[in-house]
């Protein structure tokens, strides 16, 4: 199958054996794994969760097209049109989502929203700094549970002290996020609600990849 054109670098998501969202893949990546027949499309059917092989997709392709043209985005090979799938399931591995979330700048001010977690105001990223809850010249180590932004003002009050030394609150408590802060998938479309079955509560644990 040769893809001439179309959404080939919209975002699919993948499940595992388990159903479970393991990462994101663009179209391109969806077909070539559809192609080698060691995934399957999931799609809603008269309200009703079904799997497809890329024989049987390929085939309902003249009746979607027909009936549900809104519904999908679309490719075109060399001889017919094709939905774009939303969601593929592997069959060959059952691999685990990545829990790891990297310890950077960008994280930690999404994690914390751009807001001093010390006055609780929010800033622009440019007037926030990072700031030790235990300083480092006493100990204190880079982690999720020791690192919070704080604005110019606060953090010079606090200075080399602990929060209770200066007499300082932390608005909430430093945590490690259980998913990347400024990769967290947003819905917009109404096209990829179907992926909310699979993206519970459970699920925005895993960090979806790009």
């Known amino acids: 199958m040769t893809v001439l054109t179309g959404f080939l670098d919209d975002p699919v998501l993948v499940l595992n054996r388990g159903y479970a969202a393991t990462r994101v893949v663009p179209v391109r990546q969806a077909f ?6 060691v ?7 008269n309200g009703r969760w079904e799997q497809f092989d890329l024989s049987s997709w390929l085939e309902i392709a003249e ?28 069959h060959c591995c059952n691999r685990s989502p990545d829990h790891h979330v ?3 700048r960008r994280n930690l001010y999404a994690r914390d929203g ?25 100990g204190g180590e880079n982690s999720w549970r020791n690192l919070v932004c704080a604005c110019v003002r606060c953090n010079a009050r606090k200075g080399n002290r602990t929060p ?11 945590h490690r996020p259980k998913t990347s802060p400024d990769r967290s998938v947003r819905l917009r479309r109404r096209h990829y609600e179907a992926w909310k079955v699979f993206l519970n509560e459970a699920y925005w644990t895993v960090e979806l990849r790009d």
């Open 114 to 138: 751009n807001k001093c977690q010390y006055c609780g105001t929010r800033f622009p990223t440019a007037e926030l700094s990072i700031d030790h809850v235990l300083p480092q010249s006493r």
């Open 164 to 174: 209770r030394e200066a007499g300082m609150d932390l608005i909430r408590e430093p």
């Open 32 to 37: 070539v794994l559809l192609f080698r027949r």
């Open 39 to 45: 995934a399957e499309v999931i799609s809603i059917v």
């Open 102 to 104: 990297p310890l950077n």
């Open 63 to 90: 009746l979607q097209r027909m009936y549900e043209q809104g519904e999908y985005e679309w490719v075109r090979t060399a001889s017919k049109y094709v939905a774009v799938p939303r969601i593929i399931r592997v």
